[in-house]
């Protein structure tokens, strides 16, 4: 079992920058892969960032440049630094967790966190 709770959320203005962090339970931290996804009103959720067990990183098109994902494997979190924010980044963003490789489908993630909005005013 793993739990999962982030942090860090809030309002920013176009253009700015916020670092969301994911906090997990357990002790098998290292052998799951890591997600961010998000999810605005009326719309699906949809992948944002992916790291792997190795450390290797994957991104949606629509953020690869401006935002990064980490791990720090230590203290079992998750980081999203998000830099050059766009009103189009506001949602809800979720932090998810899946034995072993990273995928970008959110229906195949095992564990998933309350979510922490975020607000990106123009």
């Known amino acids: 079992q793993v739990q999962l709770v982030e942090s860090g959320g809030g309002l920013v203005q176009a253009g700015g920058s916020l670092r969301v962090s994911c906090a997990a339970s357990g002790r098998t931290f290292s052998s799951y892969a890591m997600g961010w996804f998000r999810q605005a009103p009326g719309k699906e959720r949809e992948f944002v960032a992916g790291i792997r067990r190795s450390g290797g990183a994957t991104y949606a098109d629509s953020v690869q440049g401006r935002f990064t994902i980490s791990r720090d494997s230590a203290k079992n979190t998750v980081h999203l630094q998000m830099n050059s924010l766009k009103p189009g980044d506001t949602a809800v963003y979720y932090c998810?967790?899946?034995?072993?490789?990273?995928?970008?489908?959110?229906?195949?993630?095992?564990?998933w966190g309350q979510g922490t909005q975020v607000t990106v005013s123009s």
């Open positions: 998810a967790a899946k034995q072993f490789r990273l995928t970008t489908i959110p229906a195949q993630y095992d564990y």
